[in-house]
């Protein structure tokens, strides 16, 4: 159980009073139809109306996300959308599992096959993995979600697609202090703050959360600030950037129980984990800039680039194993991100006939510095992994609306990939070094017929590309897959 305390008191009864005139005002014209507000997507790259898309699109709101919700993981929000699974299992030092009509379900930990999107921003590696720690569960106001095959709209890992949205710069200035307690030592407090002053714009939410945990072993210290920054250049020309750091020192991990230990006592750790002290602690600093200019030229033109890094310190619940007793239980991670994009839509008519078209580039480069130790009970042994890991990425796409008549359009996309991973294996003398690229064109094609003004019918088909992980790329490489190919690195 858990308590939230939003705002002061005085605010509080406020909201309470304009519930009440709300829904007596809904009873007097309860008679009276009430046409809501169009819903528009923007996560199929060209923005329009949902009734528009010919994809299985769903939007979940703020009311939705925020509403008797704990803000722990994203599955308290995804659980209602159908199609999607979210596998939490309560454990802060095991990623959230999600998966999109069978893409992701594969991934024996974190997310794979689903890109995801944080304010515009890719959270998705170019290796096609990812992670929804950095997410600010408390300033969420809408997720989009694209269930099915979008690689054409985003490339590696898009059997499905999460456009996470945080709460922009406010028009009127504002400050917010919150809390949420509840039972087994759980504390979250913090601030969210913003304002407008002439053509600049800020927004901050700032949190800090500490847990016992229901189990022995499962203690979690969090925080994590997000912070946006706007400024209006001009008439339909502004620069906006986005930044989140996360902090997560102590993440304990209670490990698994047999059915005998759970009937014995269901709150005990595993005994490994408890002599291992496994658990996880992550540092994460992501700064993201866009430039979006819809006044120099006929259409609208958007750049963005971005920058992170994270810090990982895993030790888990197992004692060292492998053979001769050399696999390490210990995977350390340190890794650099950089990425830009840029796209142009515009519409045109042609022949009489209105086209609307998006078109645009992808760069992006990871280097994951990994190590792994070999730690028993006496603490530190040796090395076992020492490697730099790269994955670059570079995409051409493009996505073309044919308004076919007034209730029927046709909806075409196209997009290539270049996809390389790299290991330099520093540990065995350049034995596990090498190279593997893959080629990845990805179509599709839709059709939107809108039957009534309030229901459409729609039929596309897509196709999605998934690439191996390093671990999988260093297994295959004796038999590597026909779309790619594997060569040793000089040394």
């Known amino acids: 159980m858990y308590f939230t305390h939003l705002r002061s008191g005085i605010l509080l009864a406020a909201s309470i009073g304009l519930g009440v005139v709300a829904m007596a005002g809904g009873q007097a014209e309860a008679t009276e139809s009430q046409r809501l507000e169009p819903i528009e997507i923007s996560s199929s790259r060209l923005t329009r109306d949902w009734l528009e898309t010919p994809a ?11 509403e008797g919700r704990q803000h722990l993981q994203l599955d308290e929000t995804l659980n209602r959308v159908p199609g999607v699974h979210a596998q939490n299992r309560y454990n802060f030092a095991q990623n959230l599992r999600i998966s999109m009509r069978g893409f992701g379900a594969r991934a024996p930990f974190g997310i794979r096959g689903v890109h995801i999107l944080l304010d515009g921003f890719a959270e998705t590696l170019p290796d096609g993995q990812s992670q929804t720690d950095i997410v600010d569960l408390e300033s969420v106001e809408r997720i989009e979600v694209i269930r099915g095959p979008a690689s054409t709209l985003y490339g590696n890992a898009a059997g499905g697609v999460l456009a996470i949205t945080t709460l922009n710069e406010p028009a009127a200035p504002y400050v917010e202090l919150r809390s949420t307690v509840g039972s087994d030592d759980f504390l979250r407090y913090g601030l969210r703050a913003g304002g407008r002053s002439g053509a600049l714009s800020t927004h901050v939410s700032v949190w800090d959360l500490s847990y016992e945990g229901y189990r022995s072993q499962s203690r979690v210290e969090k925080r994590l600030l997000n ?5 209006d250049l001009g008439a339909d020309r502004r620069l906006s950037a986005v930044f989140t750091a996360l902090d997560a020192p102590v993440g304990e991990d209670p490990g698994g129980l047999t059915l005998e230990e759970v009937r014995a006592n269901r709150r005990q750790a595993n005994p490994l984990s408890l002599q291992m002290d496994a658990g996880q602690a992550v540092e994460h600093q992501r700064l993201g800039v866009l430039y979006r200019d819809a006044a120099s030229l006929s259409g609208e033109l958007n750049v963005r680039a971005f920058y992170s890094q994270r810090d990982f310190d895993q030790q888990l619940p197992t004692l060292p194993g492998g053979a001769n007793g050399t696999g390490g239980n210990n995977p350390q991670l340190k890794r650099e991100l950089i990425g830009a994009g840029l796209d142009y839509t515009d519409a045109v008519l042609l022949a009489g006939v209105p086209l ?3 078109a645009g580039f992808e760069a992006a480069r990871q280097e994951d510095d990994r190590r792994r130790a070999r730690v028993s009970e006496a603490g530190f042994e040796h090395w ?7 994955a670059t990425s570079l995409a051409a796409f493009g996505q073309l609306d044919v308004g076919l008549s007034e209730r029927l359009e046709l909806t075409l996309g196209g997009r290539f990939d270049r996809v390389r991973l790299e290991i330099d294996d520093r540990f065995h003398d350049g034995a596990g070094s090498g190279r593997r690229d893959y080629d990845e064109p990805s179509l599709s094609a839709g059709l939107t017929y809108r039957l009534l003004p309030l229901h459409s019918l729609y039929a596309n088909v897509g196709t999605a590309f998934e690439t191996p992980t390093f671990t999988e790329v260093k297994e295959a490489k004796a038999a590597p897959a026909s779309n790619a190919t594997w060569s040793r690195s000089a040394r």
């Open 56 to 66: 299985s699109v769903s939007v979940v709101h703020a009311e939705q996300i925020h």
């Open 227 to 231: 912070g946006k920054l706007g400024y």
């Open 356 to 358: 609307r078209y998006t």
């Open 384 to 390: 076992t992994q020492d490697e730099l890991q790269t």
